[in-house]
């Protein structure tokens, strides 16, 4: 593994995302409904609105709530479209698997879809890339018997982006292109075109989300997050086969030198 004493990077204060779990308070809504009907007494007592404004109020509002639903139905639409058209293929054998940190929410289905790969003998080697979620990964999936000559990873990257940089400064050298890639759907399309950017062929292959990963509520906010950040990401041009200024900072180049000479050296063991 590359070693993971070059990569004493905290998380940054303010994440990279807004955990779903931040927005607990959605899932009361008479506390909810209760702080609207407030504001909208204040000020209605604020305007002493005639019958022709609250005429008028009363359409922008239910402009608003058509808005919301015809917004929702699209949302969810575009989730079922999405998840339909994920490229997939179960029969085609890859370089590596290449499994991507989520939290430890998120690891047991992910060391489960990795093992039943692996068991299929679908790649000769497990790279695992995330700080915080690739050293325990690695262990568990050691403890499942995959021996530990065929495990490799990273405990550098923050972001999906940086996934897909340092998986690229290790595994390229060595001559690998073609990769199974492991996360779950939500994160899938963003992980997938991130890592084609970086010169990967990808074969997506989905984990499920945890059913203990919060209610309805917790996983609409997970997809939300993640077509933000699909389209964000696209709108920064990520999905172009080109490095992104934010990893131009010293200490991050330096790290991903680091790692492209460990790569190499990898290689040379072979």
């Known amino acids: 593994m590359f070693n993971s004493n070059l990569c004493s990077r905290s998380f940054p ?10 927005f607990i308070w959605f899932n009361k ?5 209760a702080i609207c009907l407030c504001l909208f007494g204040l000020y209605w007592a604020i305007q002493h609105l005639r019958w022709k404004r609250q005429l008028n109020r009363m359409r922008i509002v239910l402009g608003l709530l058509g808005f919301t639903i015809i917004s929702l139905v699209i949302f969810f639409v575009l989730d079922k479209a999405l998840l339909r058209f994920l490229p997939s293929d179960f029969t085609t054998k890859a370089d590596a698997i290449v499994v991507l940190g989520r939290g430890p929410l998120f690891n047991n289905t992910r060391i489960e879809r990795t093992t039943e790969l692996w068991q299929a003998k679908q790649a000769p080697i497990i790279f695992v890339s995330g700080r915080g979620d690739s050293v325990d990964i690695m262990k568990r999936l050691e403890a499942e018997g995959i021996p530990q000559t065929a495990l490799d990873g990273e405990n550098c990257s923050l972001t999906t982006q940086e996934n897909a940089a340092f998986t690229a ?12 890639l492991v996360t779950d759907w939500p994160h899938m399309w963003r992980s997938l075109l991130v890592f084609r950017a970086y010169g990967f062929k990808v074969i997506s292959q989905t984990s499920e989300i945890p059913s203990y990963v919060g209610g309805l509520r917790a996983r609409f906010f997970l997809r939300l997050r993640e077509y933000t950040a699909l389209v964000s990401y696209g709108l920064r041009g990520w999905y172009f086969p080109n490095r992104s200024p934010e990893l131009n ?19 040379q063991r072979l």
Request: hydrophobic letters at 40%; glycine letters at 6%.
């Open 249 to 267: 900072s010293p200490d991050l180049q330096d790290l991903l030198e680091k790692a492209e000479k460990y790569g190499y050296g990898q290689q």
């Open 13 to 22: 204060d303010r994440p990279f995302f807004i955990d779903w779990f931040t």
């Open 29 to 33: 809504p008479v506390l909810i409904a």
């Open 169 to 180: 400064a290790i595994l390229q050298p060595r001559g690998i292109r073609r990769i199974i």
